[in-house]
Structures are given as structure tokens and as C-alpha cells.
């Protein structure tokens, strides 16, 4: 039975235990203070808290007043095994009168020589979370004292209670923890990928194939094709191949044969010499000799003059350059990658691409896939292009409901270059500090809205003209929107859907869809639904 003499030490225990497990959550420093407190006032001695270890079989005591280190280390029990065991299998609490007595008592952590002479007792009760044992708290007493038992357990079980919460608190927090640094790993390792690849973003199946392809061909000068559609990134696969290479240290040029007039473009991959022309006032190497010892990279090659095409051939077969107004060889140790969009196979049926040529540069060619065949690729892209140019344009801006989805859903013919103009717009003519679906859809409007053709993929291309009273698109049902499809009745349900949505208004359910709105009456025609 508890005195009244008492009471202000029990009190004390547990004010102070609640100061100290407010101030902490670190167990290392509270709970040792705390079974420090039980000691010093009101003689519940050697205390220690036991807890599961890491392989779920055994108990081991992780926190303690009054023991030795080796005692401590000492203190590990099997599940059910000794007073501890048991209070921890069954949850009930377990008073021994006299340690000497009970053949449950071990004395695995304190030998007996280590205690008093006196009868000593032990009490052990459990720490409970959701009326679960996660642990046991256990003390020894001198059963002489005047302090009940009961006193004492109703004490150890208030701060078995207090202590408990704590626990659960600091497992919460390293599963968070945990979880965090897992995410953090992640993140690294993404932030790995895209420097390796070159800032090449994206984790769909259909971009690892063509990054694992690129990387084998990367360690050897096998001249590289790179075909796909216009802003599919083919500049930055073309230097991903020369940095995973042995040229790395060496030179990366790129030529534009496309943005460079004809006339200009021989002495800009040649070079030229003094008086070779009128302003040709010095001598002046050409991107080939500047490349020496690195990559030359000619992208939009199935636009170079036919006549330009056969010094290209001598460069590719020799490695020697002579420049514009120059009549000496220069020896050059390049590699050499190309890109196009065209189908050059069909330029070289048609006479504008030389065959020799193309044998030459189609060793391995590799095909880039559009944007709307990366499952996936668009969400990581567009967040990447958010962050960009919010940065870029102070602002602070996020994605509101829907807008994600919309990206998704979008056929992209412009490809990633595309979705970068997009966010970079959309950032910067925000309303507020969020980007909505409206706004993101306006902007796909006034972009579909836009003159001139959607490029269409050569097999495409080939396939409208050789398809005569199919269910071919009309002839010219690629100037805006997706390029030629068959109409498959499938397409009727989204076809329904965009309506639905534009409220019947086909001109804003075709651009919904990326169609024109001639591609949109079509296939209303073909499936019934005008």
C-alpha cells in the first residue's frame, strides 16, 4: 500500500519522464534517463528495457540503468525463455518475490554475487502497443521495502505505457526514414541514368532498347543511322554514342546539313582555303578537320545536295578531307553518325539520295521511337521540363488536376521538342500559381491550329501511296494532326468520348484527338457516326 510520504516520488517519476520523452524522441538518451529516475526515487534498481532483435528468434536488452556493458551484451533471451521470455510471449506482468527462489529467474544479464545479500525481488511488465507486446520493461527491488508491490507495478506499467509510444513514435520514424532514403536512392540512381545517358530522360522499355543498343555499338567506329521522326532527340543519342565511346576525350561536331544553304555547306564541312571564293579571306578548316580525333555528327542528312553526297562518300571511304579551293588530301580520324528523318531508301529510289552512299551509311541504323510509343516518358518529361523552366523563369508554378493525363493522351507529332515549347509556355502564361487542363488545352489548340504538315513517317508515307480503295486517309490528311492510319472500328468509342466532351463540336474534338478535322469527318463517314 502506497504512503503518502510516497506519492511525490511517483508523482516526480512520472512529470519528469513526460518532460523527457516530450523534449526526445531519441530512446538512446530518454529511455535510460528514465529507468535512471525509477533508481534514484523510488528504487526500482538495474532497470533495462528488452526488445526483439533484428532476426525476430530473441530478445536482447537494448536500453539500461545500472548495468555493466557486459552485462548489458549479456542480456539476450529466446522468445518464451526465463521471466523475460514469458512476459513477452504471454503479455502478463510477473512479479518474483525472491530471485533465489524462482528457477525461471536466470540471471543471464546480473549474476547473483552482483546483488545485494538482502532478498531481492524482480518485477517485469510488458510494453504494449495496440495491446501487442512490442517489449518488456523489467527492475529489481529489495522486497523489504516498505512500498508495495503493487505500487511499484502500477508505476512500471504507466511508463511501460509512456514508453511504448515513444517506440512506436521512433519506428514510425525510421520506416520514414527508410522510406525516404529509398526514395533519395532512387533518385540518385535516376539522376545517374540521365548523366550517363546525356540527359536522355525516360524509363519506358521502348527507350532502355534503344539506349542498350546504342551503348553496344558505342565502343567501336561502325558508322550509326539514327532514324526517327523530328524531335525525338536524335542530336543527344548521337552524343550519348560518343561519350560511351573510346573518342570521349576527342571532339563532338554536329552539322545541320538542313539549316546550312547547299552552297555553303561543302566548305562548312571541308573547309576552305584563302581566295577559294569571294570572303574567303583566310584559310579555314572545316568541321571534319576540327572533328579529328572525336565524332562528326551530320544530322538531316537525306537533305544534302546530291553533288555534295559524293565528296561525303570519299570522306567516308578515305578519311581525307580537300578543301574548298585546295588541292592537297588532309588525313582525319573520325567517326561519323548521321541522323534523318526521311526515308532515304525511297530518296534513293526517287534519284536524290546517292545508293552507294546510303549502303556506306546505313551499317547500323538504329530508330528512334516518338514520344507517343514511350509509355510513360511523357509524365517524367514534363515534370523535368516544369522544374527547367520554372528555374529558368522564376516562377513557381505546379500541374493542376488532369493536366498529366492530358499530356498523356496527346499523339505529340512534334515529339519531344514539341513538349518542351509546351511547358515552357505554359509556365510562363500561368494565370496563377497552378498550370490547369484549360490552360494546357488552349495551348494544344492554338498549336494544331498551326499551318504546315505534321511530318509523317516514311513506312506511312509509303504505305498512302501504295494503298489505292482501302480505308486510306484523303491525300492530304496529314497537313495537321496524326500521321495516316487505317480507321479501325475501335476508334469509335474515342471517337464518341472527344465529342462528348467538345459537347458535339468537331473541330475541338478533333484537336482533342490530334485529327484534323477532314481526318475526324472520315472516320465518322467510315464508322457510321456522322
Request: proline share 5%; aromatic share 4%; hydrophobic share 40%.
Amino acid at each position: 500500500m502506497t504512503t503518502d510520504s510516497e506519492l511525490p516520488g511517483e508523482s516526480l517519476v512520472l512529470l519528469e519522464t513526460a518532460q523527457l520523452l516530450g523534449r526526445s524522441l531519441q530512446p538512446e538518451a530518454t529511455v535510460p534517463a528514465v529507468l535512471r529516475l525509477l533508481s534514484e526515487l523510488v528504487g526500482l534498481n538495474r532497470g533495462r528495457v528488452v526488445l526483439p532483435d533484428d532476426d525476430g528468434q530473441h530478445l536482447r536488452i537494448r536500453y539500461s540503468y545500472g548495468l555493466r556493458p557486459h552485462e548489458r551484451d549479456r542480456g539476450v533471451y529466446r522468445l518464451g525463455e526465463g521471466i523475460t521470455g514469458d512476459v513477452m510471449r504471454t503479455g502478463r506482468v510477473c512479479v518474483v518475490q525472491d530471485v533465489d527462489a524462482e528457477p525461471q529467474h536466470l540471471f543471464r544479464a546480473v549474476d547473483r554475487a552482483t546483488l545485494p545479500d538482502e532478498t531481492v525481488s524482480f518485477i517485469a511488465v510488458p510494453i504494449l502497443v495496440d495491446a501487442m507486446p512490442i517489449g518488456v520493461l523489467g527492475c529489481h527491488r529489495l522486497r523489504a521495502r516498505s512500498r508495495g508491490f503493487q505500487a511499484d507495478i502500477q508505476l512500471l506499467r504507466i511508463v511501460a505505457a509512456m514508453l511504448g509510444q515513444t517506440l512506436r513514435i521512433r519506428s514510425l520514424m525510421d520506416q520514414r526514414t527508410a522510406w525516404l532514403e529509398d526514395q533519395n536512392e532512387a533518385l540518385r540512381e535516376a539522376l545517374a541514368r540521365q548523366q550517363q545517358y546525356q540527359g536522355i530522360l525516360g524509363d519506358s522499355p521502348q527507350l532502355r532498347s534503344v539506349l542498350d543498343e546504342a551503348g553496344r555499338v558505342a565502343d567501336n567506329d561502325v558508322t550509326v543511322m539514327l532514324l526517327g521522326e523530328s524531335g525525338t532527340g536524335k542530336e543527344r543519342f548521337a552524343r550519348y554514342i560518343h561519350e560511351q565511346g573510346p573518342r570521349a576525350p576527342g571532339p563532338f561536331i554536329c552539322i545541320n546539313c538542313s539549316a546550312i544553304p547547299a552552297t555553303l555547306l561543302e566548305a562548312e564541312i571541308f573547309g576552305h582555303e584563302r581566295g577559294a571564293f569571294t570572303g574567303a579571306v583566310r584559310n579555314r578548316p572545316g568541321k571534319a578537320e576540327l572533328a579529328d580525333g572525336g565524332t562528326l555528327f551530320l544530322d538531316e542528312i537525306g537533305d544534302m545536295d546530291v553533288d555534295l553526297q559524293a565528296k561525303l562518300l570519299r570522306l567516308i571511304q578515305e578519311r581525307k578531307v580537300q578543301r574548298v579551293g585546295g588541292d592537297r588530301d588532309i588525313s582525319v580520324d573520325i567517326r561519323i553518325i548521321t541522323a534523318t528523318h526521311r526515308n532515304l531508301q525511297e530518296a534513293v529510289n526517287l534519284g536524290q539520295f546517292r545508293l552507294d552512299l546510303f549502303y556506306r551509311l546505313n551499317v547500323v541504323p538504329i530508330r528512334l521511337p516518338p514520344l507517343r510509343e514511350r509509355t510513360g516518358d511523357v509524365v517524367q518529361l514534363a515534370r523535368h521540363f516544369l522544374d527547367d523552366f520554372n528555374a529558368r523563369h522564376h516562377r513557381d508554378v505546379t500541374l493542376g488536376p488532369g493536366v498529366l493525363a492530358r499530356l498523356q493522351s496527346y499523339p505529340w507529332p512534334g515529339n519531344i521538342r514539341q513538349l518542351e515549347n509546351l511547358m515552357e509556355r505554359a509556365v510562363i502564361t500561368a494565370r496563377g500559381t497552378t498550370i490547369t487542363a484549360a490552360e494546357i488545352e488552349h495551348i494544344l489548340n492554338d498549336e494544331s491550329a498551326v499551318s504546315g504538315p505534321v511530318h509523317v513517317p516514311p513506312d506511312a508515307a509509303t504505305a498512302r501511296q501504295q494503298n489505292v480503295g482501302g480505308d486510306a486517309e484523303p491525300a492530304d490528311s496529314a497537313v495537321f494532326g496524326r500521321p495516316y492510319q487505317r480507321v479501325d472500328p475501335a476508334e469509335a468509342d474515342q471517337l464518341r468520348s472527344a465529342l462528348a466532351r467538345s459537347r458535339g463540336n468537331k473541330t475541338r474534338a478533333a484537336q482533342m484527338l490530334g485529327l484534323s478535322v477532314r481526318q475526324f469527318r472520315y472516320r465518322l463517314t467510315k464508322l457510321g457516326l456522322d
